[in-house]
């Protein structure tokens, strides 16, 4: 088992361009979150999904798509990168069936946008 | 809404030394609460959780910790410190929103293991 494995692990833009991460589990998980790190302030949702075709706003969405075409796989896509999205993303999933379930982390995607 | 407070964004203890990591937690429910580890430049892995029954909970490489309501604390302990163990460590708690599972994270806490 893979777990949860996200692409690519580093990237690095101009303000305005677009690109896309894609997260992928092999646990046949219905939940996967994409989250945000920034220093001091823990991990923040952007969007989650609960199961394929289904997504939603997580704290701070603005900026940022998702699509959830496969129950596998989820993507996360920034339209116009600006400076304030220099961040560590990292995608999760989850049964979700309980509140003790746990989150399975990706590996993270480092995001640098200049 | 639920949430989790971690007292303390860096800590340092000599190898040998006990770990003490610090959580509160707001909850007007009975909450469910875990402690993740991230070792550097990777993702968060579970280190334990609590959900019902004994408040003592036992996790993975000698961590543990104590869930007591009367003071909404959850702190992370280790008897010993070991220099595998500086990573940064994120409690968190567990709720239900909107149908989903939201698992609401504090900022984090940096364990430095000096040798």
């Known amino acids: 088992n893979a777990g949860v494995t996200q692409t690519p692990k580093f990237r690095v833009l101009k303000t305005g361009q677009s690109m896309t991460l894609l997260c992928a589990q092999d646990m046949n998980h219905e939940y996967m979150y994409w989250y945000r790190q920034d220093p001091g302030m823990g991990l923040r949702l952007i969007h989650y999904s609960v199961g394929e075709g289904t997504t939603a706003k997580g704290e701070v969405p603005d900026g940022y798509n998702v699509s959830r075409l496969k129950k596998q796989n989820f993507l996360l896509g920034l339209e116009s990168a600006a400076p304030s999205q220099t961040s560590v993303y990292f995608c999760?999933?989850?049964?979700?069936?309980?509140?003790?379930?746990?989150?399975?982390f990706g590996p993270g995607t480092r995001l640098t946008v200049t | 809404a639920q949430s989790v407070t971690q007292l303390g964004s860096h800590v340092s203890v000599s190898e040998g030394a006990l770990v003490l990591l610090r959580c509160n937690y707001s909850s007007s429910v009975p909450p469910y609460l875990f402690w993740y580890v991230q070792y550097p430049n990777q993702g968060l892995q579970l280190l334990l959780k609590y959900t019902t029954g004994a408040t003592l909970v036992k996790g993975i490489n000698g961590f543990e910790a104590e869930f007591k309501k009367s003071e909404t604390s959850f702190h992370l302990t280790k008897p010993s410190a070991h220099m595998s163990d500086a990573a940064e460590y994120f409690c968190?708690?567990?709720?239900?929103?909107?149908?989903?599972?939201?698992?609401?994270f504090g900022t984090g806490t940096k364990l430095q293991v000096i040798p």
């Open positions: 999760a999933s989850s049964s979700g069936r309980l509140l003790s379930d746990e989150q399975y």
């Open positions: 968190a708690v567990s709720d239900r929103l909107r149908g989903y599972q939201k698992v609401t």
